[in-house]
């Protein structure tokens, strides 16, 4: 099984930096909830004018995935979607570092039972989600409302932030797993256990198959698949998203996918993309539009992005 990681680094100065940082965000975590989402505006204004780079990524992405939108109705998606990762700031530091019983009230967890069910039956669970910007603080109530599943992340560079990070995550997982260990994903949901899956990132032509993704082929994952068929394990979709009206966070956690894999792995991925779609497209500035979802492009293709 994967490690915790929760040996604590040192104060040696070349750690100077992971404290400080671990002190912002218990700074942040302890902000009421009007507090933050009030300063994500400005704050996604800044974050927006400081990283050019990922703003054209986003509205290359936006304009290929909405060219129904206007250029003005794209633009404020672009801008929403700044504030949305601002929030973001706050959202993670709230799960890590603020009291368990003040962020309890803030969310809802619909469903819980559909991998509650398949656990108490000794099942292995894929909990499928989608790297949406409060994917942290929907862990975090469905983690609470379930098993406590592991986690599939990719791992910090800081020592400090890895330690911290896995620590904190202790209140609503039971650890993480690298991305690209993929043989204990495989022991652990072979065991029954519970997998905090989200597969919608481009990791090159090698591990992925082209799937359609909002009608343009995507490189998708494949171990999605292999993971199913390897481990017998069922898939129970889940999405998290934050509620403007209402202050809340959801999480929602969707029926067992059936008749799943079906033997056609791009029919399978499809599928897969066809969900997160749906989900997107309710939440469209909470997705991960800084990400270069279509790098990877189909023999003869041209780039998809400058």
């Known amino acids: 099984m994967a490690k915790k990681n929760l040996e604590r680094p040192s104060f040696a100065p070349r750690n100077w930096g992971g404290w400080f940082t671990v002190g912002l965000i218990w700074v942040l975590g302890q902000m009421p909830q009007g507090v933050g ?3 994500s505006r400005p704050l996604g204004w800044l974050v927006m004018r400081l990283m050019k780079g990922r703003q054209r990524v986003a509205e290359r992405n936006i304009e290929r995935c909405f060219p129904d939108l206007s250029e003005k109705e794209q633009e404020q998606l672009v801008k929403n979607h700044f504030r949305s990762l601002a929030r973001m700031l706050f959202e993670t530091a709230w799960s890590w570092a603020a009291p368990e019983k ?3 009230r803030w969310g809802e967890v619909i469903n819980p039972q559909y991998a509650n069910d398949l656990q108490s039956q000794g099942r292995g669970v894929l909990m499928l989600t989608a790297h949406s910007t409060c994917i ?5 109530f469905t983690g609470r409302a379930t098993n406590k599943p592991w986690i599939v992340y990719r791992p910090l560079k ?3 932030l890895e330690w911290y990070s896995n620590w904190r ?3 609503y997982t039971s650890g993480g797993i690298g991305k690209r260990v993929f043989r204990t994903m495989v022991a652990h949901l072979k065991d029954g256990g519970m997998l905090w899956y989200a597969p919608d990132q481009d990791f090159g032509r ?8 909002f009608g343009i082929d995507a490189a998708t994952l494949a171990a999605t698949v292999q993971l199913v068929e390897m481990t017998g394990c069922a898939v129970v979709p ?3 998203a934050f509620d403007e009206k209402t202050g809340k966070y959801l999480s929602v956690l969707q029926p067992p996918l059936d008749h799943f894999p079906s033997g056609d792995i791009v029919a399978d991925l499809a599928r897969v993309n066809a969900l997160i779609e749906q ?3 309710q939440y469209p500035d909470q997705y991960w539009w800084i990400h270069r979802r279509f790098k990877t492009r189909p023999d003869g293709e041209p780039p998809f992005y400058d």
Do not use: K, Q
């Not at 942290?136 to 975090?140: A, R, W």
């Open 37 to 39: 989402r009030a300063l």
């Open 102 to 104: 003040r962020v309890d």
């Open 136 to 140: 942290e603080i929907g862990g975090y």
């Open 158 to 160: 800081s020592p400090v």
């Open 169 to 171: 995550r202790g209140r």
């Open 206 to 213: 090698e591990r992925s198959v082209f799937a359609p993704f």
């Open 238 to 240: 889940m999405f998290c």
């Open 279 to 281: 989900h997107v497209r």
